[in-house]
């Protein structure tokens, strides 16, 4: 058996890794492909949100480069994501290829249920107790990924030689494609987050902070989201996403394995304009991050999602509510594949522009 497996951000560091641990032969789509992007959008409806598409494209790649399994997560409820494992694996065999098929329950996933799933495309000796190691320290490492990430961000608002940062991760990047096992991805991130302390900060920087909420996926893939963390970093100001894959893992993972459930802060802070705890997708998560970080202080919000996304939809209309209450400006981007690059830069730029000069209003105001 080859697995294959669709991208989701950095999550296929961790993934490599952790098939790497079990002896699993697999092929790894193409990161940033727009090869793989226009074989989904070519085979998509029209009308299914980008992420489908992206991940419809990364399944084909794989499919052409000899894999015959294919490893997949969806949700249930009322996103169209609870669908799109059978719309997925429809349209794959409309077009002609065979292949075996693992669909994981990402709503509430449990290691049992990972477990069962994987026990198949395992050889022989791979004891459970091996699987419960590789499979809590993925965990671990996509954990540790998306905490370089975020020390990139701040690091690129701030440093004196723009692109340092830049240069680090893409460094990063480049040798976790060819590093083996979690050893190998463990020493290169603490070396990336040791050149990352080293890149020269400018100590009178004072970036705008700008959170950033919304759909999931395109909140933690850079090629979807047109590299909004890093674009940001560039204009100068400290991006804070709140969506990342290790925060999902935190809510849906951890949190289904403990015997006591912790309250969710982000879903009691959405009560204050909604009166659920659940409007589809990560919808009243939007809503509880944009509340919670305007308690915090934060500068200014982007919220981003795909086109024709429902859940996101609902969360926007609360979200001018959430501004007026709280006197912080929330942009909104809605993104396809016909997108163009150029207005979305310069739809950062205002806001980043008009974000510096509301804090330098109130700096000289009260000194």
């Known amino acids: 058996m080859k697995l294959t497996f669709p991208h989701m951000g950095n999550t296929y560091i961790a993934l490599k890794a952790l098939l790497d641990t079990l002896q699993v032969d697999y092929y790894v789509p193409p990161t940033g492909s727009r090869e793989s992007f226009e074989l989904g959008i070519a085979n998509s409806p029209e009308f299914m949100c980008l992420p489908f598409k992206k991940v419809l494209g990364d399944l084909i790649q794989g499919l052409n480069h000899g894999a015959d399994t294919i490893l997949f997560g969806n949700s249930r409820g009322q996103c169209r994501l609870s669908h799109y494992g059978d719309l997925l694996q429809n349209i794959l065999h409309d077009m002609g290829y065979r292949f075996h098929y693992i669909n994981l329950n990402f709503r509430d996933l449990t290691y049992g249920e990972i477990r069962n799933k994987l026990e198949p495309l395992l050889p022989g000796g791979i004891s459970r107790a091996r699987l419960f190691s590789a499979v809590s320290s993925a965990v671990k490492t996509i954990f540790a990924v998306d905490d370089l990430y975020s020390e990139a961000c ?109 309250k969710d802060k982000t879903v009691r802070a959405a009560q204050n304009y909604m009166h659920t705890d659940y409007i589809g997708g990560h919808g009243i998560y939007t809503i509880g991050n944009a509340e919670l970080m305007c308690r915090d202080g934060i500068d200014g919000i982007i919220q981003i999602y795909p086109f024709t996304c429902m859940p996101e939809i609902t969360a926007k209309s609360v979200l001018n509510e959430v501004q007026l209450q709280n006197n912080v400006p929330i942009m909104t981007l809605i993104l396809d594949e016909m997108t163009a690059e150029t207005g979305y830069i310069t739809r950062l730029e205002a806001f980043v522009d008009m974000l510096q000069m509301r804090k330098n209003r109130v700096r000289s105001r009260f000194g």
């Open 154 to 262: 701040g690091v690129r608002c701030r440093e004196c030689r723009r692109g340092d940062a830049d240069l680090a991760i893409r460094r990063f990047e480049q040798r976790a494609k060819a590093a083996k096992g979690f050893s190998q991805t463990r020493r290169l991130i603490r070396e990336t987050k040791d050149r990352l302390a080293h890149v020269p900060a400018n100590g009178a920087a004072d970036p705008v902070k700008i959170g950033i909420i919304g759909e999931i996926f395109l909140c933690s893939d850079p090629f979807t989201n047109l590299e909004l963390e890093k674009k940001l970093g560039n204009m100068g100001a400290l991006a804070v996403n709140t969506m990342s894959t290790s925060e999902w893992i935190r809510r849906h993972f951890i949190s289904a394995i403990l015997p006591i459930k912790p």
